[in-house]
C-alpha cells in the first residue's frame, strides 16, 4: 500500500523586523523583505559570468506561506535542463543575510526539476491545513531523465520522474509520486524529431501501475489537500546584473517584479507595513 504523506505541520515562521533610519526606503507594502534581499551579500556576491554560462534566472517567492520570502537561483547543468539551483531565505538575528536552505536527496536519486526557464513558470500545487490553520504547500513537478543525466539508464531510455516539492523547517524535501518510463525513437520521415513511448508505469514502491494510476500520482499522493495553481515568474540573472550596475532603485524594481509575478492560488502578495513582523495579506 502506497505509503501517504502525514499531516504533520510545522508552524509557520515568524520573527520581529526592524529597520534603521538609514535603511533604504521601501516604496512598496512588503518592502521589508524586500530590502532584505536588496542588501544581500548573496544578491550582491552573484557570479556573473558563471551565472550567464549556465543561462541562470532567479526567482522571489514564499514557497510556504510563511512570510519570509525565498530567493532562488537555478542554473541549466551539463544535460541541458535547469536542474541546478540554490534557495535562500532569511537569517534570524542577522538583519540582511539569508541563510542556504538545505535541500534533501530526492527519493531514488532523481532530481526535480523545480524551474528556471525565464517567464512564468506555473505548478499544480496542493495545500493542506490542519485545525489550528496551519499550512503546508506542495508543488508538482514532472522531470524527464536520458542518460546524460541518469547513467544507469541505457542509450534510447528515458524516464520521467513525477515528483512533489515541499519546504519546511528550511528544506526542501523532494518525494517520487510515480514513474514513467520508456524508450525515444527517431522518426524515419522526418529527421531530428523524436518520439517517447512509454513502456511501464510504477508507483514510489517500484510497482508496476496503470497509465490512468500514473496520471492520479500527484492528486492522490497528499491526503486532504486543496488543490490550486502556483506561478513563479523566473527573470534572467543578466538583467539582475544590469539593475545592480545602475544602482539601488533599479534592483529593487527587478526583486519586486518577480515577487510581484509569484501567485499561490488566490492568495494576494503583499505585507502590512504596521506590524512588527512580516504577515501575508490574505
Not at 538583519?95 to 499544480?124: D, S
Not at 518520439?195 to 501501475?209: H, L, M, P, Q
Amino acid at each position: 500500500m502506497k505509503k501517504k504523506l502525514a499531516k504533520t505541520l510545522a508552524l509557520l515562521a515568524v520573527g520581529a523586523v526592524a529597520l534603521s533610519s538609514s535603511a533604504f526606503s521601501a516604496p512598496y507594502e512588503y518592502g521589508l523583505e524586500l530590502v532584505r534581499l536588496l542588501d544581500s551579500p548573496v544578491v550582491n556576491g552573484i557570479d556573473f559570468e558563471d551565472a550567464a554560462a549556465k543561462n541562470a534566472c532567479f526567482c522571489v517567492s514564499d514557497m510556504d506561506g510563511n512570510g519570509w520570502l525565498e530567493f532562488t537561483i537555478a542554473t541549466m547543468d551539463e544535460t541541458g535542463m535547469y536542474l541546478d539551483y540554490a534557495c535562500y531565505e532569511y537569517e534570524s538575528g542577522n538583519e540582511n543575510a539569508l541563510k542556504p536552505i538545505e535541500i534533501r536527496p530526492p527519493e531514488a536519486g532523481f532530481k526535480p526539476r523545480f524551474a528556471g526557464m525565464a517567464g512564468e513558470n506555473k505548478l499544480t500545487a496542493y495545500r493542506v491545513v490542519d485545525e489550528n490553520n496551519r499550512e503546508e504547500r506542495y508543488y508538482h513537478v514532472d522531470t524527464s531523465y536520458r542518460k546524460t543525466s541518469l547513467p544507469r539508464l541505457q542509450d534510447g531510455e528515458y524516464i520521467v520522474a513525477r515528483q512533489l516539492v515541499n519546504k519546511s523547517n528550511d528544506m526542501l524535501f523532494t518525494y517520487l509520486a510515480a514513474t514513467e518510463q520508456g524508450v525515444i525513437t527517431e522518426s524515419a520521415s522526418r529527421p531530428g524529431m523524436m518520439t517517447f513511448t512509454s513502456e511501464k508505469y510504477t508507483d514510489s514502491n517500484g510497482a508496476e501501475i496503470s497509465k490512468e494510476a500514473f496520471e492520479r500520482s500527484a492528486d492522490v499522493y497528499i491526503v486532504n489537500a486543496e488543490k490550486v495553481e502556483a506561478t513563479f515568474l523566473w527573470i534572467p540573472v543578466a538583467e539582475l546584473e544590469k539593475a545592480i550596475s545602475l544602482g539601488r532603485d533599479e534592483t529593487w524594481e527587478v526583486l519586486q517584479k518577480s515577487w510581484q509575478g509569484f501567485r499561490f492560488g488566490d492568495v494576494p502578495q503583499g505585507y502590512d507595513p504596521t506590524g512588527d513582523r512580516p504577515q501575508v495579506v490574505y
